[in-house]
Antibody
């Protein structure tokens, strides 16, 4: 059984950086693509990007200028950084294995001063 | 506006068969596998269908997926109250070089 757990601040100030980490257990972080997806309240799912071993990175074109993803193989976790956040970035952020067979429970990030 | 088009809502009565559609283009559905997710209120999405029609273990066979050209469908037969949820299609888009989601369909069991 593959388990994913998101962690990070639930409140970020406008113009600052959102940083989240996803801890993975039950699967090697080096073997798969790993994905971040977000969902604003009452809205649909938005793919943010995916990472494979820090070698392959694909980002949503609409967020590409602000997003960085990375993998920490020693800790079996991967991370998301989103710079220059605004209220429009307020959402539940999910980490998942690429293809969506395993998801974290999601973490709410609110952008507010 | 989503790259993939889904009707915002669908409904059916218990026991009925309901179909949810997802329309795309040659750069996504026309050339790649389609995935379907169910999202119950307050929970993370759950994979229902992968590679157009494959069911992960634990997904009942009354749920099925299909694809034709640039459209895909999710069918739920023997509708139950527990099927009331939001349903999303997703596929890799070759032009955008990323995953794209449909806007979601809210299924109501009357």
């Amino acid at each position: 059984q593959v388990l994913l757990q998101e962690s990070g601040p639930g409140l970020v100030k406008p113009s600052e950086t959102l940083s989240l980490t996803c801890n993975v257990s039950g699967a090697s972080i080096s073997t798969y693509f790993w994905t971040w997806i977000r969902q604003p309240a009452g809205k649909g799912l938005e793919w943010i990007g995916r990472v494979y071993n820090n070698d392959i990175l694909n980002y949503n074109p609409s967020l590409k200028s602000r997003v960085t993803m990375s993998v920490d193989t020693s800790r079996n976790q991967f991370s998301l950084r989103l710079i220059s956040v605004t209220a429009a970035d307020t959402a539940i952020y999910y980490c998942a294995r690429d293809g969506g067979d395993f998801w974290g429970q999601g973490t709410l990030v609110t952008v507010s001063s | 506006q989503s790259v993939l088009t889904q009707a915002p809502s669908a409904s059916g009565t218990p026991g009925q068969r309901v179909t949810i559609s997802c329309s795309g283009s040659t750069s996504n559905i026309g050339n790649n596998f389609v995935y379907w997710y169910q999202q119950l209120p307050g929970t993370a999405p759950r994979l229902l269908i992968h590679r157009n029609h494959q069911r992960p273990s634990g997904v009942p066979d009354r749920i099925s997926g299909s694809k034709a050209d640039t459209s895909a469908s999710l069918a739920i037969s023997g509708l139950r109250a527990e099927d009331e949820a939001d349903y999303y299609c997703a596929v890799w888009d070759d032009r955008l070089r990323g995953w794209v989601f449909g806007g979601g369909t809210k299924l109501t069991v009357l």
